[in-house]
């Protein structure tokens, strides 16, 4: 069977070696020695001044936007996975919506300025499949109207935009280390900032508020990584080069061999230095969609409808109207791409299609 992702294993040896290591500190969770090696070694590689690890890429939204987004409308995009709406609901904030770009699939920021109202206090877009938003764009309104910017850069692991890192925008962003993402500890995220203050104040959020045993910074939640996630993300770091080697070599496959005339792909923003973390075609019709699912679905073969369906036609969403967020959604497929694709797997995905 192949799927869309299949999760990289890294050899039980290594995860092994580091699985020793929590033995010998008899230590598993609260900031031991694996977390705050990866914290390092990440923070080393992207460049960036500040990460907190967290337990996943869901965690690190909603303490972003009960830091930031004070119960107020948030504007977003109604095409992302539903942890970006569910996490501004369940913090007690509104999702606004508004439509994104059929090319890049991002939020479309000139629409952006009509949704602000004078309870707004956050925009929260998703760097869609590691394709930026139009970030400086989306700066000029967040400084104009002093609305906090908070990226859900879940898919963006190792993406880099006008030469740094995607973590570098906005007030800040969230990844997901998810088994189902490039880089993973099975279950896992982070946030980064630039800003020094916001960070001590997500990273009090993100362990109960403590600061120190007997007193608190204000409210906070549970979001630690625990040490058995560090290990698995020890263990998965140094085949990263070799991963991504191997989803290039399947993206290139792809754009060599699909019918573009027929399908659209997606369109990466310029400055970019993109991730191959997914790949995402847009059929001519639904009825298309169906047909693919259909014959890939007989040669044991599952693509992910992805994302689907347009998050503002969720039912606790408010239902509003989005055409080009429903209409793409309802006609794309992300194809199976992940390390270990045969080429023989490869061409009978591209002949189904
Ligand atoms: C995976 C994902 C999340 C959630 O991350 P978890 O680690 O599964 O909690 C949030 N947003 C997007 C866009 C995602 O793809």
């Not at 509104?94 to 009509?114: C, K, Q």
């Not at 007989?298 to 992805?306: F, G, W």
Request: aromatic fraction near 12%; glycine fraction near 6%.
């Amino acid at each position: 069977m192949i799927n869309v992702t299949k999760t990289f294993f890294p050899p039980l040896k290594e995860y092994r070696k580091h699985l020793r290591r929590i033995w010998g500190n008899e230590w598993l969770t609260n900031r031991g020695e694996l977390v705050q090696e990866l914290e390092m070694k990440l923070k080393n590689r992207f460049k960036v001044p500040y990460l907190t690890l967290t337990t996943n890429g869901t965690l690190p939204i909603q303490i972003a936007l009960k830091v930031l987004a004070n119960g107020g409308e948030v504007i977003t995009t109604p095409f992302s996975y539903i942890a970006t709406t569910s996490a501004i609901i369940w913090e007690n904030c509104t999702p606004v919506f508004v439509d994104i770009d059929p090319d890049y699939l991002t939020i479309d920021e000139s629409t952006i300025e009509s949704a602000i109202t004078s309870k707004t206090t956050a925009i929260l877009a998703t760097h869609v499949f590691g394709n930026p938003c139009a970030i400086e764009l989306i700066e000029n309104i967040a400084e104009k109207h002093k609305l906090k910017v908070i990226y859900d850069a879940a898919h963006c692991f190792g993406v880099e935009y006008d030469g740094q890192s995607i973590f570098n925008y906005g007030d800040l962003s969230t990844c997901s280390f998810h088994a189902t993402k490039i880089f993973h500890t099975g279950e896992g995220g982070a946030f980064f900032t630039q800003n020094a203050k916001l960070h001590e104040e997500l990273f009090y959020g993100h362990n109960f508020g403590h600061k120190g045993p007997e007193e608190f910074y204000g409210v906070g939640i549970n979001a630690k990584m625990s040490e058995l996630q560090a290990a698995m993300g020890l263990s998965v770091l140094p085949y990263m080069e070799d991963i991504m080697e191997a989803r290039r070599y399947v993206v290139e496959f792809y754009d060599r061999n699909l019918d573009f005339s027929r399908m659209q792909r997606l369109k990466i923003r310029e400055k970019t230095e993109w991730n191959y973390s997914y790949y995402p075609v847009i059929l001519e019709s639904e009825d298309a969609l169906l047909r693919s699912l259909k014959r890939l679905k007989d040669r044991n073969i599952y693509p992910r409808r992805y994302f689907y369906p347009s998050l503002n036609t969720v039912d606790f969403a408010g239902k509003i109207k989005m055409e080009i967020s429903e209409d793409i959604s309802s006609r794309i497929l992300c194809l199976p791409l992940y390390k270990g694709l045969k080429d023989t797997d490869l061409k009978l995905i591209v002949d189904c299609i």
